[in-house]
DNA sequence: GGGCCTCAAGTTTTT
DNA sequence: CTTGAGGCCC
């Protein structure tokens, strides 16, 4: 009787067999490196003996996650569920949830996300009075990030900018948004590690009981690691020492985000008594597709040398297109798809990669002409929805209201009349007594010029008591965001919205819900706290639904993992890709990066990929003409047939008339977009094409990622046509103007915010006063009257 | 408070 | 060309 581990190859067996002591594995791409981790696992514990919870396996995302606690479950006999698979985050969310006391956090901290952040610097800013003309805030998160990514912590950046004015601020704004993080009781994701980190270097007792617990700690995608997450690792592996990391240098394409290729290509430095072995024998491609990538990843410096090589045949000869302009690239490309689908081969196993998402529109414009069904990948995820983000506030507000963020988002939506002003009111009166704001709603009578609102106010506290009594009768998460949609006022100013809109949001919401459902089915003991945990740390990406048969579109990031039978590399033109960034760089690595993103998306494709490119190509609105890719002149020409020879492939199509007049015939001037919009492609089939468009440019601002072309067809009514007659279902909104003032020029009124002032001038307009005001403090302002609320003193 | 318009900006992205 | 954010207006 064989066991397992005879089907993998000897390479892999080392890998496996190799458990004590630090170990690289350098696994190129298509080599079987998480069959070769799942095993080493098993290994682990089927004939070490090792106990399943003394085994840490870390991986990027929750989909890398679940695929390898998946087949490690399928391996293993029993104890699979006591193994740690997890991510860096998650991991370090657990240790956390324990141990952030230590750390002077309160144990249910909440999770910042990108939205978070933003507002939360808005503040900060505001609070420093800096400059946005300055100083961005996108920046200053982006260099904060930067810093928790290196674990440089406020302090010590202050210090490295020491004399630099412009750093120095930079440097306030760190160290006040790290206090207002503070204060709110939450982490944005890099604190996560970074403060993990900190937990472990600061305090022996619990970093022992995390080095004893994890005795076998794996890391995947180790090239993909940045400093703080190398030095978690380094923590935790630093009494056993037992440490494999798997990784591919040559497919490390996210340094603009942290990583630092470093780790992988100076773990033998770091780590001398480390094992290397090298997986090379890549069993996904033909040879004629892993020559090309070799021929070009071979122009990198700094890289570990290593070559694939496979057993498969030879295959289809790799091929080469270059087009007159970036739609009738498109337009080939999907036409070929529409061939190789009529062929025979599912859609699913086909995709079109790409550099940015830009260059989508066009594929998608093509695929909905077409009637190819499609799949985006990217875009706007689904948690960063506004509908969802409301609801998972009012969660938020419900499960501890310690949340400052969630609770102002959702305090006037739906609106109840609570405007900015007393929201400022309260949180002024939370900072004065040191409580947290829906404390300071919880007692809004004592809040100084609060007025009328603080009857509003009363009545959201009392609503989120509610909630929160129900979900002590038992009531289930997913019955919870029901009843809030039903009974908070959200539904129904639903309603008021563009029908579509709405629609989408709904179903958006119904796709919450049925998140809900399924961790009460999976999860051991549900509850709110978990829930918002888990969704916290989850992205859009994990849910990718592939049961269906559609083209996959993404960026070459995205397709990093993933493999297709059929792979198209569209719009390789020297500047877009590489792009010009890279292009004019001084820094020779942002090249290499550029390169291995090229040698990622070659090595993607199983049985035949196609190469293209345009002369010209729209981008930022004006027509650009490009050369071809530099990465294409590094493939030896024998290695890749030119797809314009040649008819009846790829390129051929576009000059046998299918284009329909327009791109070929009529010059590219404009043609192709009046060509499309009037309909001048021929066959019976455009007035479907037409409204298909319509739909996806209506649905796309809300749906991007889950456009379904050709798979539901809402009633079409003709909404987006009628011309919008201004009734807005339900809402009356007109100025009130009051026939009189009972103030004149030269009298002192006091405004809500302003204080006291002189009137100076006053207008009368068609609907409303305008009222100029000299105010003591605050200088001249003008202002309506039915807006101003101004007292007569 | 909120709709509408102008203007600037525009790789890649997970958690 | 497209999108988002801020300014303006009633």
Redo the contacts with the bound molecule.
């Keep these: 009787m064989s066991n397992i581990y005879d089907t993998l190859n000897p390479m892999q067996q080392e890998a496996v067999f190799t458990t004590e002591g630090p170990v690289l594995v350098l696994a190129g791409a298509g080599s079987g490196k998480t069959r070769a981790l799942t095993h080493r696992i098993a290994y682990l514990i089927e004939e070490k003996g090792v106990a399943p919870w003394n085994i840490l396996a870390i991986t990027?995302?929750?989909?890398?996650?679940g695929e390898m606690r998946e087949r490690v479950d399928r391996l293993v006999e029993f104890g699979a569920d006591a193994i740690w698979v997890s991510?860096?985050?998650?991991m370090c969310?657990r240790i956390l949830r324990r141990d952030a006391e230590y750390l002077g956090y309160d144990r249910n901290f909440t999770i910042y996300?990108?939205d978070d952040q933003?507002v939360l610097m808005?503040q900060v800013m505001k609070k420093l009075d800096l400059d946005?003309k300055m100083y961005k805030?996108k920046t200053l998160l982006g260099v904060i990030?930067t810093q928790k990514n290196e674990l440089v912590t406020p302090e010590e950046f202050y210090t490295m900018a020491s004399g630099d004015y412009r750093r120095m601020r930079m440097a306030d704004a760190y160290q006040e948004y790290q206090a207002q993080l503070r204060k709110n009781n939450a982490f944005d994701?890099?604190d996560?590690i970074m403060k993990t980190v900190e937990l472990l270097q600061h305090n022996a007792e619990v970093r022992g009981r995390y080095q004893d617990r994890f005795q076998y700690i794996m890391v995947d995608e180790y090239q993909d690691t940045n400093t703080a997450q190398f030095r978690l690792v380094s923590l935790l592996a630093g009494r056993y020492k037992n440490l494999c990391v798997v990784g591919d240098d040559d497919q490390s394409?996210?340094?603009?985000?942290g990583a630092n290729i470093g780790n992988i290509l100076n773990f033998e430095q770091i780590y001398p008594e480390a094992k290397v072995i090298k997986l090379e024998q890549n069993y996904r491609s033909t040879q004629n597709i892993l020559d090309v990538a070799n021929a070009v990843i071979a122009n990198n410096e700094g890289r570990k040398d290593k070559k694939l090589w496979t057993a498969n045949e030879k295959g289809e000869a790799v091929r080469y297109a270059q087009y007159d302009t970036a739609y009738d690239e498109a337009g080939a490309i999907v036409r070929a798809i529409r061939k190789a689908n009529e062929d025979g081969l599912a859609l699913k196993d086909c995709a079109v990669l790409y550099?940015?998402?830009?260059?989508s529109?066009l594929l998608e414009e093509k695929c909905i002409q077409y009637n190819i069904p499609y799949r985006l990948?990217?875009g706007?995820?689904f948690?960063q929805r506004k509908e969802i983000k409301d609801m998972l506030a009012y969660l938020k507000t419900i499960y501890s209201g310690q949340d400052d963020l969630a609770v102002q988002r959702i305090i006037?939506i739906p609106?109840r009349?609570?405007?900015?002003?007393?929201i400022s009111k309260v949180a002024g009166y939370a900072a004065d007594y040191d409580m947290s704001f829906f404390e300071a709603l919880d007692c809004a009578g004592d809040v100084p010029g609060l007025g009328k609102a603080s009857q509003k106010i009363n009545s959201f506290v009392r609503l989120i008591h509610m909630y929160r009594s129900k979900l002590e009768f038992k009531c289930t998460v997913s019955e919870l965001i029901r009843d809030v949609l039903e009974t908070s006022g959200y539904e129904q100013e639903l309603l008021k919205e563009d029908e579509l809109e709405a629609q989408s949001r709904r179903e958006n919401l119904e796709e919450l819900i049925n998140k809900a459902v399924h961790y009460e089915n999976t999860a051991e003991e549900s509850t709110l706290g978990g829930f918002l945990e888990e969704v916290?740390?989850?992205?859009?990406?994990?849910s990718m639904d592939d049961s269906e048969d559609r083209l996959t579109l993404?960026?070459?990031?995205?397709a990093k993992g993933l493999e297709f039978a059929k792979v198209y590399l569209a719009g390789l033109e020297d500047g877009l890709f590489?792009?010009s960034?890279?292009v004019n760089?001084e820094d020779p690595d942002?090249m290499e990066?550029?390169r291995r993103?090229f040698y990622v998306g070659v090595t993607r494709a199983k049985k035949e990929l196609t190469l293209t490119c345009a002369r010209l190509r729209?981008v930022?609105?004006?027509n650009r003409y490009s050369r071809r890719s530099r990465f294409l002149d590094e493939i030896p020409p024998q290695m890749v047939e030119d797809g314009k020879k040649r008819s009846g492939d790829g390129a051929g199509y576009g000059r046998s008339g299918y284009e329909g007049g327009s791109s070929y015939g009529g010059g590219y001037s404009?043609g192709y977009?009046s060509g499309y919009s009037s309909g001048g492609y021929g066959g019976g089939t455009h007035g479907r094409d037409r409204y298909q468009a319509d739909i996806f440019e209506l649905e796309?601002?809300h749906d991007?990622g889950q456009v379904s072309p050709g798979y539901k067809a809402p009633q079409y009514g003709g909404f987006g046509k009628l011309p919008?007659s201004?009734v807005?279902l339900g809402?009356d909104?007109s100025?009130t103007k009051e026939s009189q003032l009972d103030y004149q020029v030269g009298d002192r009124v006091r405004h809500m915010k302003f204080g006291l002032g002189t009137v100076t001038e006053i207008k009368e307009?068609?609907?409303?006063f305008?009222v100029a005001v000299e105010f003591d403090n605050y200088g001249l302002k003008r202002?309506?009257a039915s807006?101003a609320k101004l007292k007569k003193v």
């Design positions: 990027f995302t929750n989909k890398a996650a991510t860096f985050h998650s969310v996300d990108a933003k808005r946005p805030e990030s994701f890099d996560l394409i996210y340094k603009f985000r550099r940015t998402n830009a260059q529109r990948v990217g706007v995820n948690y006037n609106k009349g609570i405007g900015a002003t007393s916290a740390l989850v992205a859009d990406i994990d993404m960026t070459l990031h995205g590489p792009g960034a890279a760089s942002e990066e550029e993103l729209m930022n609105g004006e404009g977009h796309s601002r991007r919008d201004g807005k809402k909104f100025v307009q068609k609907r409303d305008e202002m309506y807006f």
